[in-house]
């Protein structure tokens, strides 16, 4: 998930082309407040444009605290955008309070009701322990997302080289996500320069549970995309589980052996949901082949 800044139209315009599985139009960080009303209609005016691409189009909200987040609803919520980017999120009450907001913005435009999903992002000490409350607040949440630089500025530290400092928040976001069943997004890696740091932060949140990556720049979502992509040996083995699981419930068995593992309910049920992940990607690209030839 790439983050776009909503007054950078050169940006805007690139962004249609770029392979991400979303594109988030900053309202947020990334534009100052003077910009705050050409950003609007910079996004207003490119939903469908970005859209046109082969990614999903979010946009990432002024926090509710500022006061701007009605503003912002109000010039963005259009036919074409996926969902909303809640910045700073530290409760269930500020996920409610922003559904109704988003709501009231699909009744005053004749949009489809509750067709805008929510993505909270937890960027405090108090969002990350209300991690699983924000995930399970709403059916309109159908991700949490972690921000690692305003999450260290509020403890009182910095983010190092190996996150040693991230370790729980992370493991507490994934954990929580989870539990609710919604996606766990990972938090920027910000020293775009450090590729090796990226690929092997990016391995560590997969192992930890998350689905995907929010993004700073471009360059980055080549190698999201492979990290979080089940690998040909991943799918070649989930296959071969499933094949011999289903042939042993034929038989009327409960676990069998596979290439010296022993394989059980669990192990079938990972194999057949990692399938589907496999499946989505493939769709997927062949949809995005088939956009670049028309």
Not at 43 to 48: P, V
Request: charged share 25%.
């Amino acid at each position: 998930m790439l983050f776009v800044p909503g007054n950078n139209m050169r940006m805007i315009h690139k962004a249609s082309t770029l392979d991400a599985d979303a594109i988030i139009l900053d309202l947020e960080d990334a534009v100052p407040l003077t910009e705050k009303e050409t950003a609007r209609i910079f996004i207003k005016d490119s939903i469908d444009l970005v859209g046109s691409g082969n990614s999903s189009v979010y946009v990432r909200v002024n926090a509710l605290t500022t006061k701007l987040t009605m503003e912002d609803l109000e010039a963005v919520a259009l036919p074409g955008l996926e969902g909303i980017v809640l910045p700073k999120c530290e409760s269930h009450n500020e996920v409610i309070s922003a559904e109704k907001l988003i709501g009231k913005v699909e009744r005053k435009k004749k949009l489809k009701l509750r067709n805008l999903v929510l993505l909270p992002t937890l960027e405090t000490a108090k969002g990350v322990l209300n991690s699983y409350e924000i995930a399970s607040a709403s059916k309109r949440v159908a991700a949490i997302s972690f921000g690692a630089v305003d999450f260290t500025r509020d403890m009182g530290t910095s983010i190092s080289r190996d996150g040693s400092e991230l370790m729980y928040a992370r493991s507490r976001i994934a954990v929580a996500a989870r539990a609710a069943e919604v996606q766990a997004i990972d938090t920027p890696w910000i020293d775009i320069a450090d590729r090796d740091g990226f690929v092997k932060d990016s391995r560590f949140a997969r192992q930890l549970g998350f689905r995907g990556k929010l993004l700073i720049h471009p360059g980055q979502i080549q190698t999201v995309n492979e990290v979080f992509s089940p690998s040909q040996g991943e799918v070649e083995y989930a296959k071969k589980v499933v094949d011999a699981f289903q042939t042993a419930q034929a038989k009327g068995l409960g676990a069998i052996s596979l290439e010296g593992r022993m394989i059980d309910i669990a192990n079938y049920r990972q194999a057949r949901d990692l399938l589907a992940l496999a499946e989505a990607i493939a769709e997927r690209e062949q949809s995005r082949k088939e956009k670049a030839q028309s």
